[in-house]
């Protein structure tokens, strides 16, 4: 089905472990975004992109990196992981040629860190 | 930079009711879009409805609507003959249109609806 995915949707790993979160998008969308949602923060950017190899700093992005070699994935890496990472992690996108500036959400990733 | 303000964490309505959401922001520019977004206990998250700034219409999608008081910098949202789907966490969210935008959102904490049969 078209549309934006997210994988894993579970994640357990353990202090200083890499681990990488997949988002996968079916629409050529130029933006795409990663969030975490915790509790008492509501959703806070960590990365976006623009576009395939352009990317940005968000609000919160020590501690992860991103790559965009392909419009469709954005992949988002822990290179160490800590328990402060704990969070529900989303991935969204938005096309460039559409005047809405609609974000369209992945359904998730909870990534606990042991 | 620009901020978003939900005041009420959470809220609670009789299936069938009217419910407002309230949502202020802090923003000196003069070109942006507003919208809420919903997300139901399952986690997705999902628009409700969107409002440029430069339309004083307020913008309407079926049993939503919203008050956007552009002077007020107010942008609440009126939940009509509200149904127990609607039990959800509602986002206020900001994002500036300017030269080279980035699409980034600004959000709000949200505010926790529940309705009740």
């Known amino acids: 089905d078209a549309g934006i995915t997210q994988s894993p949707r579970y994640k357990i790993t353990e202090t200083g472990r890499q681990v990488t979160l997949m988002c996968h998008q079916t629409?050529?969308?130029?933006?795409m975004f990663w969030y975490r949602q915790d509790l008492g923060h509501g959703l806070r950017l960590i990365y976006y992109?623009?576009?395939?190899?352009?990317?940005d700093k968000g609000e919160v992005p020590d501690g992860y990196v991103v790559s965009r070699s392909k419009t469709e994935n954005f992949p988002l890496t822990l290179e160490s992981a800590t328990r402060s990472q704990t969070s529900v992690y989303f991935c969204?996108?938005?096309?460039?040629?559409?005047?809405?500036?609609?974000?369209?959400f992945g359904p998730g990733t909870r990534l606990t860190v042991t | 930079a620009q901020t978003v303000t939900q005041s009420q964490p959470e809220m609670s309505v009789q299936e069938a009711e009217t419910v407002t959401l309230s949502c202020t922001y802090d923003?000196?520019?003069?070109?942006?879009?507003l919208f809420w977004y919903k997300q139901p206990p399952s986690r997705q998250m999902i628009l409700v409805i969107r409002?440029?700034?430069?339309k004083q219409q307020n913008a309407t999608e079926n049993r939503f609507s919203v008050n956007f008081q552009k002077a007020a910098k107010s942008f609440s949202l009126k939940i009509s003959d509200s149904q127990l789907g609607d039990t959800a966490m509602y986002f206020c969210?900001?994002?500036?249109?300017?030269?080279?935008?980035?699409?980034?959102?600004?959000w709000g904490l949200g505010t926790s609806l529940a309705v009740n049969p």
């Open positions: 969204a996108s938005s096309a460039r040629d559409r005047p809405t500036y609609e974000q369209y």
């Open positions: 969210a900001f994002m500036k249109l300017n030269a080279g935008n980035n699409r980034k959102l600004i």
């Open positions: 629409w050529s969308h130029s933006y």
């Open positions: 992109s623009a576009a395939a190899d352009i990317t």
């Open positions: 923003t000196s520019e003069n070109n942006y879009y």
């Open positions: 409002q440029e700034a430069y």
